[in-house]
Structures are given as structure tokens and as C-alpha cells.
């Protein structure tokens, strides 16, 4: 069964690091997402991509965050200079199709570590 | 703008016995629903999900939910608990827009007694 894939599964950091966090959609999925939680917090939307452009982001997703799809299998999220409180688990998701009534199918997530 | 209650933060239940994690939604139209659970350190895998039509949905693993409109209400229910079934579980509204975002409760975590 295809699956979200998501690299690499723990990153640790020093504080003003950039980091960058991999993910591989499903092949045929055209929408994709960013979502994160800090730990023992609630899962929050940071960003939906859709044909090479963000459709929506939410305020956390700040100037510090960006959104790329290099290449035809890649997603990734960098965040340019990470502060503590980015320490979090990031996941990945895809659909098929837009709106959230397609499932969004979520990778196992990055555990982001921030020293 | 859309957000999501889950009242219980914990829950703990007897393996055998039946299971009702409730989930309250605020939306201004007609939701998408959901609930997912979430094994520690795992991702998150979907349980079952509401857009439209019978207001009891099957999910997989056993469960259902029941929305109902006039209580603004997506409950999860599971007739018999197995010890697996110890996890955190996820209600989440879909944003009936092309950006699809959801947003999530806090989340229930449960536990199971032998």
C-alpha cells in the first residue's frame, strides 16, 4: 500500500540552525501539507501546497518557513533559523484531490529536536 | 472559524468494555469529521471520517461515529475494547475549502486495563 514517507525520523539542532525536513508524498497526490505538534499538544496546521504555490498557511508559518517541491517526488520544509520552541514532531500528509474531504494521508513524521 | 473540543483528555476503560470518546466541533457550515489515533511515536491513521449522508459512519478497527447536527457532536464509539486500543485518538474538522486544512482536538489519550 503507498505511503507517506518522511526523512529523517529524528533531526537534532542547535538553536539558528536551518534545517530541512524530507518528505515523499504519494506519487499520484497533487495536494500536500505540513502539520506539527509539540509535544503533548494538539496537531496544527502549518501550510497546504498545491501546484508549485502555498494555498493557505496558518500564522505560525511564519517568514522563518518555507515550502518547496524540488523535484516531482519531493516536499520539503526548511525553517531557516530554528528557535526552541520549533522543537516539535512534523508531520508530512497528501490527497488525491482538494478539500479535506480526501483523505489526507500523513507520513510518520520528524521528530525536530532544537538545542 | 473552525475548531474542535475533546473534553476527556484521558480516558481509562477494561478491555471488554465499550468505549465513547466525545468530540464537540465548531464550524459554520456543514463539517467534514474526522478521527484519527495516533500509537506512540507513530503518525496518525485516519479511523473514519464524516462528509455527507447517514450520520453513523464505520470506520476501520471496529469503531464508529455518530455526528450529530443539533449537538454540533462527531462521539467515537467501540462496542468492545481490545488492549490494542490503547493510543491517542484525534477528532478533526475539515475546512470544506480547496486548501483542505484540518484542525484538531487535543486530543483523548486511552488506556486500556487488562
Known amino acids: 500500500e503507498p505511503e507517506v514517507t518522511q526523512t529523517p525520523s529524528h533531526q537534532v539542532t542547535q538553536m539558528g540552525q536551518e534545517v530541512i525536513l524530507r518528505c515523499v508524498p504519494i506519487?499520484?497526490?497533487?495536494?500536500f501539507y505540513w502539520y506539527r505538534q509539540i509535544l503533548g499538544q494538539k496537531v496544527e496546521f502549518l501550510v497546504s501546497?498545491?501546484?508549485?504555490?502555498?494555498?493557505?498557511k496558518s500564522e505560525i508559518f511564519d517568514d522563518q518557513f518555507s515550502v518547496e517541491r524540488p523535484d516531482g517526488s519531493n516536499f520539503t520544509l526548511k525553517i531557516r533559523s530554528t528557535k526552541l520552541e520549533d522543537s516539535a514532531m512534523y508531520f508530512c500528509?497528501?490527497?488525491?484531490?482538494?478539500?479535506?474531504?480526501?483523505?489526507?494521508?500523513f507520513g510518520p513524521g520528524t521528530r525536530l529536536t532544537v538545542l | 472559524a473552525q475548531s474542535v473540543t475533546q473534553p476527556d483528555i484521558h480516558i481509562t476503560v477494561s478491555e471488554g468494555a465499550s468505549l465513547e470518546l466525545r468530540c464537540n466541533y465548531s464550524?459554520?457550515?456543514?463539517?467534514?469529521l474526522f478521527w484519527y489515533v495516533q500509537s506512540p511515536g507513530q503518525g496518525l491513521q485516519l479511523l473514519l471520517k464524516?462528509?455527507?449522508?447517514?450520520?453513523l459512519v464505520q470506520g476501520i478497527k471496529g469503531f464508529e461515529a455518530e455526528f450529530k447536527r443539533s449537538q454540533s457532536s462527531f462521539n467515537l464509539r467501540k462496542p468492545s475494547v481490545h488492549w490494542s486500543d490503547a493510543a491517542e485518538y484525534f477528532c478533526?474538522?475539515?475546512?470544506?475549502?480547496?486548501?483542505?486544512?484540518?484542525?484538531f482536538g487535543d486530543g483523548t489519550t486511552l488506556t486500556v486495563k487488562p
Open positions: 464524516y462528509f455527507s449522508g447517514d450520520t
Open positions: 464550524y459554520g457550515a456543514t463539517p467534514y
Open positions: 500528509a497528501s490527497s488525491d484531490e482538494a478539500g479535506s474531504y480526501n483523505e489526507q494521508f
Open positions: 478533526a474538522v475539515g475546512a470544506r475549502t480547496n486548501a483542505g486544512k484540518s484542525t
Open positions: 506519487s499520484n497526490h497533487l495536494y
Open positions: 501546497f498545491y501546484n508549485n504555490e502555498i494555498s493557505e
